[in-house]
C-alpha cells in the first residue's frame, strides 16, 4: 500500500513506489539488517584497498587505466578525481524530479550492499533526497554503457562541495546550500566514487517517467476514442468481444472490452444502428490493434524496468571477500531496447490520435458539421488544431529513429559497444510529452463533435468526461485563441483525471494495474 514504508535494499522497487517516494507520498528508509550488510560490505572493500593484489578500480585506474596500480595513499584521491573527471555533461538541466528519482534509485542499488559504499556517505545521500536538496544534472553526456558516467558524477559532485543544487526554488552553488544548512562536504573512501558513478540510474529515472506518463496515456486514449466514435457515430461492431477471440492478443482484447463497455447503452450510438455507413475508417475501427499493440510495448518497458530498479548495475560488483567482479552489469541495452519500442509505441497513439481528429474536421458522412463549426468561411474552426498535432506527430516520428541502434567506441576502446540508453530515455519522454498535447487537441475535437450530437447522449462514463471537459473549456460557436483551448485540454490529459472518472463511473480496473506491484 502507498501508505506503507519503503525499505531501501529490501522491498521491491516498482515505478510507482519510485515516484511516491520522489513526491513525498511515501517514506522510505533502510532496516537494521539491510545496515549490517552494507557496513560489512564497505570493510570488505576497506581491506581489498589494503592488500597488494590489483582489484579493478578499489586500487587501480579506471577504464583504460585499468591496469595502473594506485598507492594505498592515493585511494581517496583516486575516487574524488574520479568524480570530478566524469562531470562533463553538457546541454539543459535534467527535470528536477529526474535528479531527485535518480537519487532515490542510486539509494536502493547502494543498500543492495554488493557495492561497497560506506554508511556515512549513504547517510548523506538519504539526506539530499529528505532534505529536498537535488543536484542540477546537465542532460547530455551519457552512451548508456559503463552506466550514466557524467549525469552521475554530476549527481554526485554535492558529496565532495562541488557542482550545484536545486536549493530554495533555485539552482545554486552546492558551497552555497552547504553553508546554509551548516553542513560539510564528505571525504569519499575506496570505490566510492566508482560505485556512485556506474550504474544504469539516469536511464531508469527517465524509463519511470515514460512508463508512468504513457501509461495515462494509454487508458485515456481509449477514453478519447471512445468519445470521437460517439461524435462521428461510429460502429460499436468491431469491438465485440467474439471478434477479438479470434485474435486474443491480451492487449487488444482489453482495448476491445473497454471501448464496447464504454459504448454500450449509448443513446446516440443506438440512434445509428441501421444507418447506410458498411465500415468506418481504420482510426475508429482498428482502435484495439493500434492501442492494443502500444499496451504490449508498454507491458515490456513495464517488466524490463521492473528488474532494472532492483538490480546492481554498478561496477566491480563485491560479492565476497575474495570476489569482486568486474563485469557488464553497468551497460544500458536491457533497457535501451524496450525504451525504444515504447517511444514507438506512443508515437503511434499519437498518429493514430490525430487521424481522428484530421477524420472529425471532414464531416464524415454529415455526422458532424465540416470544421466542427456551423459557421465557416469568416470563422476557420477546428482546421488548424489539427495542423498542430500534425506538426506534433511529425515531430515525433523524427525521434522514433533507435538510439541503441547505434554505438560509438569510446574511453580508448576499452568500451567499444555502447547503449546510448540514455538517448532512448529522454526522447521516449519527449514523445510522451508530444503524445500529451496530440491527445488533448483529439479532446477538443472529440468534445465539439459529440455536442453536435445533442439531444441524444452517451453513456454515464462518457457524459461524465465531457462534462468535466465542458467545465474547463467551452463549445466553440465561433473563432478564438485556441492556444488557450489546448493548454487547458492537455492539463486535463497530464493530470489523469480521466481515468479516475471513469473507474468512480464503474469502468472496469485498468489492464496495466495488474502488472505493477504495489512495493
Not at 522510505?28 to 560489512?40: C, F, G, L, V, Y
Request: aromatic share 6%; proline share 5%.
Amino acid at each position: 500500500m502507498p501508505d506503507q514504508i519503503f525499505h531501501y535494499g529490501s522491498d521491491r522497487m516498482t515505478a510507482s513506489a519510485a515516484l511516491q517516494i520522489c513526491r513525498g507520498q511515501r517514506q522510505a528508509t533502510i532496516s537494521k539488517d539491510r545496515w549490517a550488510n552494507i557496513e560489512q560490505c564497505a570493510a570488505t572493500v576497506k581491506r581489498m584497498a589494503e592488500r597488494e593484489e590489483a582489484v579493478y578500480g578499489i586500487n587501480t585506474g579506471f577504464g583504460p587505466l585499468c591496469s595502473t596500480k594506485i598507492s594505498k595513499a592515493d585511494t581517496t584521491k583516486l575516487q574524488h578525481n574520479l568524480i570530478m573527471s566524469h562531470s562533463v555533461g553538457v546541454g539543459e538541466t535534467v527535470p528536477r524530479e529526474v535528479a531527485k528519482l535518480m537519487l532515490i534509485l542510486k539509494t536502493h542499488a547502494l543498500c543492495r550492499g554488493y557495492s561497497g559504499i560506506s554508511p556515512s556517505t549513504l547517510k548523506r545521500i538519504l539526506w539530499h533526497i529528505e532534505q529536498d536538496i537535488i543536484p542540477a544534472v546537465p542532460s547530455q553526456g551519457s552512451v548508456g554503457a559503463s552506466g550514466d558516467l557524467a549525469p552521475l558524477a554530476h549527481l554526485f559532485l554535492p558529496l565532495i562541495g562541488l557542482g550545484q543544487v536545486h536549493y530554495q526554488g533555485q539552482i545554486v552553488p552546492t558551497a552555497e546550500a552547504l553553508q546554509s544548512e551548516g553542513v560539510d562536504a564528505i571525504t569519499l573512501r575506496p570505490k566510492e566514487g566508482l560505485a556512485l558513478i556506474n550504474g544504469t540510474q539516469f536511464i531508469a529515472a527517465y524509463a519511470v517517467l515514460v512508463c508512468d506518463r504513457l501509461q495515462r496515456c494509454l487508458s485515456q486514449a481509449d477514453l478519447i476514442g471512445a468519445m470521437m466514435i460517439e461524435g462521428l457515430l461510429g460502429s460499436s461492431a468491431p469491438f465485440h468481444p467474439a471478434l477479438h477471440e479470434l485474435r486474443p492478443y491480451p492487449g487488444n482484447q482489453h482495448v476491445a472490452a473497454r471501448i464496447y463497455q464504454l459504448l454500450k447503452g449509448s443513446a446516440i450510438n443506438a440512434s445509428h444502428s441501421d444507418c447506410d455507413r458498411v465500415q468506418d475508417p481504420y482510426s475508429l475501427r482498428c482502435i484495439p490493434q493500434v492501442h492494443g499493440a502500444s499496451r504490449t510495448a508498454w507491458l515490456h518497458l513495464n517488466e524490463c524496468l521492473t528488474t532494472e530498479l532492483n538490480a546492481v548495475t554498478d561496477n566491480p560488483i563485491v560479492l565476497g571477500e575474495q570476489l569482486s567482479i568486474s563485469g557488464g552489469n553497468f551497460h544500458g541495452q536491457p533497457m535501451a531496447l524496450p525504451l525504444d519500442y515504447a517511444c514507438l509505441a506512443a508515437a503511434e497513439l499519437g498518429n493514430v490520435s490525430d487521424r481522428r481528429s484530421y477524420l472529425s474536421l471532414t464531416g464524415i458522412d454529415g455526422a458532424v458539421p465540416k470544421l466542427l463549426m456551423k459557421e465557416t468561411g469568416t470563422n476557420s474552426g477546428f482546421m488548424i488544431l489539427q495542423y498542430t498535432a500534425a506538426a506534433l506527430v511529425s515531430e515525433n516520428k523524427g525521434l522514433c529513429f533507435p538510439a541503441s541502434a547505434d554505438s560509438i567506441t569510446t574511453s580508448l576502446g576499452q568500451e567499444d559497444h555502447v547503449s546510448m540508453g540514455s538517448i532512448s530515455g529522454r526522447k521516449a519522454l519527449q514523445v510522451v510529452n508530444n503524445l500529451e498535447k496530440v491527445l488533448a487537441i483529439e479532446l477538443l475535437c472529440a468534445a465539439q463533435a459529440m455536442d453536435f450530437q445533442r439531444p441524444l447522449t452517451s453513456t454515464p462514463i462518457l457524459e461524465a468526461v465531457h462534462g468535466e471537459m465542458r467545465e474547463r473549456v467551452p463549445h466553440a460557436t465561433e473563432d478564438r485563441v485556441f492556444a488557450e483551448d489546448i493548454e487547458s485540454a492537455a492539463a486535463f490529459v497530464r493530470s489523469g483525471r480521466m481515468v479516475s472518472i471513469a473507474q468512480q463511473h464503474g469502468l472496469a480496473t485498468d489492464w496495466e494495474e495488474q502488472f505493477e506491484p504495489r512495493g
